[in-house]
């Protein structure tokens, strides 16, 4: 009965893969092509969109017809540090974030 064991046993040894720099460095492979694909499809817009909005919020001024992210549409009518003041109407005056402006109405969108 050993005799069946054995020789079924010997045959199941596999051979020990060659570890060599050009292995490790083509098991990396995958997991740095992933990274790369996130920095230019995930990162690098999104960090890309975030300077452009500090950029416009830097770049308001009195008189900007701007939307806010609740949806107001309003003229600036004063910028500080952290606040803006919008006249959403006629005499109607609002506090907001600086941070809450959404985007800046062009004047093809105020038709």
Known sequence: MLDLILPAA???T???PAVGPTATLFSFLPLILIVVVFYFFIIRPQSKRFKEHKDMLNALKKGDRV???????GEVIHVGDEIVTL???QGVRVKASKASVSYKLDKADLK
């Not at 939307?67 to 549409?73: N, P």
């Open 87 to 89: 006249e959403i109407a």
């Open 67 to 73: 939307v806010a992210a609740g949806g107001l549409v």
């Open 14 to 16: 596999t051979a020990v």
């Open 10 to 12: 010997y045959a199941q």
